[in-house]
C-alpha cells in the first residue's frame, strides 16, 4: 500500500488513499467478520501504513464502532487514526426521531457513537443519507455547532442527490458554517454515474470523494460468474432482495467483469487489485474504503496501488463499463460545445498552471551532533 497522504478535500486532515470500511465487522447480520479477523484486519491495514477508518452507528448494531474504538486503544493511534462515522439511520423502532437528519437525531447519534467509539471527539462526520425531509440549514446548522463544540473535527455527506450536496456547501460559504469535506458515493467501473454531478462538484468546491463499493459488492473481485451454481458470497444471498445496492447481476455487469479479467491477467493482477486501482486513480476521488470479511482479501486490496494500468488497458476498462450521458450531460461535449467556442479551442488553464504540492524526502535535522 502506498504510505503516501493527501488532504481531503479542501480541509487540511490528512488521510490515506486507502480507507479500511468496518461495516463487516461483527456477525450480526448473518455475514462479516469475528472479532479476532477484524483484529486481523484492522492490524494488518495499520502496519501498511493506513490511518483512515470508516464506520457508522448502524453498521451490525453498533458493534463495528465498538469494536474499532477498542482496537485503537489498544494500540494508542487515537492521535494517529482519522475516524470516520455516520448518522442518519434508525434502530429504535416506532421512533421517529430516532433517525433521519434533524437536528435531535443528531444530537442524540453523536453522543452515542462518541460512547461506542471511546473516544471525545470524531474526525469526519458523515450524514449517512438524505433523508428527503430536514433542511439543508438545520443539518449545517447542527454539525457546526458540534465543530465548535469540539466533537467533531470535519463532516461531510453520504447518499445524497448532488443538488443537495451544492447547496449545502453554498449554505456554508454564505453563513460562515463549517463547510463539506468530503462526499462519501458509490463507484467503480460497474457503477459510474457520479462522474456527471458529483465528481465535477468535488473538484471546484472543495469536498474529496471517499468511494464506498469499490468492488460492486464483490462482483468485480471474479467469485461471481453467470451460471454459477451454488453461493459463492454475500451477492447470491442477495438475488431475490429488494436493496437497490445488490442488484449487480446483469449482462452489462457480466461484460465489464470478462474485461476486467482480461486486463488483470495481462497486468499479472487480481480482479480486484485492477478494480480498486482503476477508481482510486479516477478524478475527484480522495479515497477508496475497503470491505473484507478475511485477512487474505485485505491485504490483496492493500496492493491495489503498488502498480500503474497502462493508458491502453484502461481505455479498455472505460470503453467497457461506459454509459451514454444522460440529459443535459449530452449538451456538454464537443458537438454542442464547439459552438460556444465557435470552434477555436479553448480551456480553462493551460496544463502545469497548478502544480500539485507532493512534500516527500526526509526531515532536516535540529540536532548539532
Known amino acids: 500500500m502506498s504510505m503516501t497522504y493527501y488532504t481531503l478535500g479542501n480541509s487540511g486532515l490528512r ?11 461483527g456477525t450480526e447480520w448473518g455475514w462479516g467478520a469475528d472479532r479476532e479477523t477484524a483484529r ?10 493506513g490511518n483512515f477508518f470508516d464506520t457508522a452507528d448502524l453498521y451490525t448494531g453498533g458493534t463495528a464502532e465498538t469494536w474499532l474504538g477498542e482496537f485503537v486503544a489498544e494500540r494508542g493511534l487515537r492521535d494517529k487514526a482519522v475516524i470516520s462515522t455516520k448518522f442518519t439511520m434508525n434502530m429504535d423502532s416506532g421512533n421517529p426521531n430516532a433517525g433521519g437528519n434533524g437536528r435531535k437525531n443528531i444530537m442524540r447519534a453523536v453522543d452515542a457513537s462518541l460512547k461506542r467509539l471511546g ?7 458523515l450524514l449517512h443519507v438524505w433523508d428527503r425531509l430536514t433542511p439543508a440549514e438545520e443539518v449545517l446548522r447542527t454539525l457546526d ?3 465548535r463544540a469540539g466533537k ?3 463532516i461531510g455527506l453520504s447518499d445524497v442527490p448532488a443538488w443537495y450536496a451544492g447547496r449545502a456547501q453554498a449554505i456554508a460559504e454564505l453563513r460562515g458554517l463549517e463547510p463539506i469535506s468530503a462526499l462519501q458515493l458509490e463507484y467503480s467501473l460497474a457503477e459510474r454515474a457520479i462522474e456527471h454531478e458529483f465528481v465535477p462538484f468535488a473538484t471546484r468546491h472543495g469536498a474529496g470523494i471517499m468511494v464506498w463499493s469499490p468492488l460492486a459488492s464483490g462482483l468485480l473481485s471474479g467469485k461471481y460468474r453467470p451460471t454459477q451454481a451454488g453461493n459463492a458470497g454475500r451477492l447470491d444471498g442477495f438475488r431475490n432482495t429488494t436493496h437497490p445496492g445488490f442488484q449487480k447481476f446483469t449482462d452489462r455487469n457480466w461484460a465489464i467483469v470478462a474485461e476486467l479479467e482480461k486486463v488483470a491477467s495481462e497486468l499479472g493482477r487480481s480482479m480486484a487489485q485492477v478494480a480498486l486501482n482503476w477508481t482510486a486513480t479516477q478524478p475527484g476521488i480522495a479515497t477508496v474504503i475497503l470491505g473484507a470479511t478475511k485477512l ?3 491485504q490483496d486490496n492493500l496492493a491495489a496501488l503498488d502498480f500503474s494500468i497502462a493508458p491502453e488497458l484502461r481505455k479498455r476498462l472505460d470503453s467497457a463499463s461506459s454509459l451514454p450521458a444522460p440529459f443535459p450531460h449530452s449538451y456538454f461535449g464537443p458537438e454542442i460545445q464547439g459552438r460556444v467556442t465557435g470552434g477555436a479551442a479553448t480551456g480553462d488553464k493551460p496544463s502545469g498552471y497548478s502544480l500539485p504540492v507532493l512534500i516527500e524526502g526526509e526531515a532536516v535535522s535540529v540536532s548539532s551532533s
Open 119 to 125: 473516544t471525545d471527539y470524531i474526525d469526519l462526520y
Open 145 to 147: 455547532d458540534l465543530v
Open 296 to 298: 487474505a482479501q485485505l
Open 152 to 154: 467533531v473535527r470535519h
Open 40 to 49: 486481523a484486519m484492522f492490524d494488518a491495514y495499520v502496519e501498511a501504513g
Open 15 to 25: 488521510v490515506s488513499r486507502l480507507a479500511l470500511g468496518t461495516m463487516t465487522f
